[in-house]
């Protein structure tokens, strides 16, 4: 998907803009997204108005200028954004924040935010309580065990796998590290 950029200057000289999916770039197609986003831009910016446009404008580079009607409308395409990779971290102790100007829905900077401890310790509650009830429907899906006319040849198998999925909550790391069994051969 290429971004236009419609950039709108009023009488006082402001400059205001909205970037928008856009593909056809013939003076037809660029006329019909000014009239159609022109006003939208108008309005969202005059509601905005203790926001410095100039200011918001020298952060985002733009080639290929073209005048349309009105003429105080023009369509430029941006220079796609530098967008960082999401950096790594740990979801138990740490959250992501997006910061910086968007193009889309997509950010240009990302803060790594500690968790409080009581954060955390909601999330270590959540995480437990997920866990507990995964284990409780691999513990059910294999209940078909124990009827008379179902009883699998691999019983012991299954027997320790049951075991084993009971176990789960005495592993070290639990119940942020998981080491899930395997689910025996149903025969």
């Known amino acids: 998907v290429e971004w236009i950029q419609i950039r709108?200057?009023?009488?006082?000289?402001?400059?205001?803009?909205k970037n928008i999916p856009h593909a056809d770039w013939s003076p037809e197609g660029i006329r019909s997204l000014v009239e159609a986003y022109g006003p939208e831009i108008v309005a969202f910016w005059e509601r905005t108005a203790n926001v410095d446009p100039a200011s918001v404008m020298a952060s985002i580079p733009s080639t290929g200028e073209f005048e349309c009607e009105p003429e105080n409308f023009f369509a430029v395409m941006p220079d796609p954004p530098t967008i960082r990779e999401q950096p790594e971290f740990d979801y138990f102790t740490e959250r992501l924040e997006q910061r910086g100007h968007a193009v889309g829905d997509e950010w240009i900077e990302w803060d790594v935010i500690p968790l409080t401890e009581e954060e955390q310790a909601q999330i270590l509650e959540q995480a437990d309580w997920d866990a507990r009830n995964a284990r409780n429907h691999w513990l059910l899906m294999s209940d078909w065990i124990f009827t008379p006319d179902s009883q699998p040849e691999n019983m012991e198998a299954w027997l320790e796998?049951?075991?084993?999925?009971?176990?789960?909550?005495?592993?070290?790391?639990?119940?942020?590290?998981?080491?899930?069994?395997?689910?025996?051969?149903?025969r």
Do not use: H, S, T
Request: glycine share 6%; proline share 11%.
């Open 8 to 17: 709108y200057f009023n009488d006082a000289g402001q400059e205001f803009w």
């Open 161 to 186: 796998y049951r075991q084993k999925l009971r176990d789960l909550p005495d592993q070290e790391g639990w119940p942020k590290v998981i080491d899930w069994p395997e689910r025996p051969n149903e």
